[in-house]
T-cell receptor, first 113, second 110 residues
Framework: NAGVTQTPKFQVLKTGQSMTLQCAQD?????MYWYRQDPGMGLRLIYYSASEGTTDKGEVPNGYNVSRLNKREFSLRLESAAPSQTSVYFC????????????FGPGTRLTVT | QKEVEQNSGPLSVPEGAIASLNCTYS??????FFWYRQYSGKSPELIMS????GDKEDGRFTAQLNKASQYVSLLIRDSQPSDSATYLCAVNFGNEKLTFGTGTRLTIIP
């Protein structure tokens, strides 16, 4: 049982390049989330998917798109990377009960030059 | 705007003492509360969840919830150097999301 997995672990992009961050969970969770974490800013929600087939914007969605490919997989795409998107990105999932406990993947450290 | 506030620290506590971490939140309509531990360079790890007023104990950790005063706290007894980390408070404000505080950095001094 791997929990939540993310690829890649590290990535360096040039401004204007695109890339997709991959996330998968094997806990049969309904909800999945993408966060970014910057020093002093805490975890900020980019997008989330409450269930397969639905996605919603979070606090900081600009410059990102997401795809809920199936119940297990939720990807985050940067169409034209900017230096302001340099951050650590975490994917999380939850069972979607009244509690909404979330479990996090190991993260992707992205640098945009 | 629903908010979660934490003192950023750093909070320094001698080894073996009790570490006390506090969190306040802005909305009385809050259903569930969580504490996450995050080591430097690692992802957040869920260590405690609490849903009703009062105390909840798990090993050396105790979460305390006071909905009337809108605060939740985490006590760590017999603090160990391995407890040195950033502790994130998270609140579910009645939707599918969690709102996180910015975290308190805890250092246990041997």
């Amino acid at each position: 049982n791997a929990g939540v997995t993310q690829t890649p672990k590290f990535q360096v992009l040039k401004t204007g390049q695109s890339m997709t961050l991959q996330c998968a969970q094997d806990m049969n969770h309904n909800s999945m989330y993408w966060y970014r974490q910057d020093p002093g800013m805490g975890l900020r929600l980019i997008y989330y998917s409450a269930s397969e087939g639905t996605t919603d914007k979070g606090e900081v969605p600009n410059g990102y798109n997401v795809s809920r490919l199936n119940k297990r997989e939720f990807s985050l795409r940067l169409e034209s990377a900017a230096p302001s998107q340099t951050s650590v990105y975490f994917c999380a999932s939850s069972r979607q009960s009244s509690s909404y406990e979330q479990y996090f993947g190991p993260g992707t450290r992205l640098t945009v030059t | 705007q629903k908010e979660v506030e934490q003192n950023s620290g750093p909070l320094s506590v001698p080894e073996g003492a009790i570490a006390s971490l506090n969190c306040t939140y802005s909305d009385r309509v809050s259903q569930s509360f969580f504490w996450y531990r995050q080591y430097s360079g690692k992802s957040p790890e869920l260590i405690m969840s609490i849903y009703s007023n009062g105390d909840k104990e798990d090993g050396r950790f105790t979460a305390q919830l006071n909905k009337a005063s809108q605060y939740v706290s985490l006590l760590i007894r017999d603090s160990q150097p391995s407890d040195s980390a950033t502790y994130l408070c998270a609140v579910n404000f009645g939707n599918e999301k969690l709102t996180f505080g910015t975290g308190t950095r805890l250092t246990i001094i041997p």
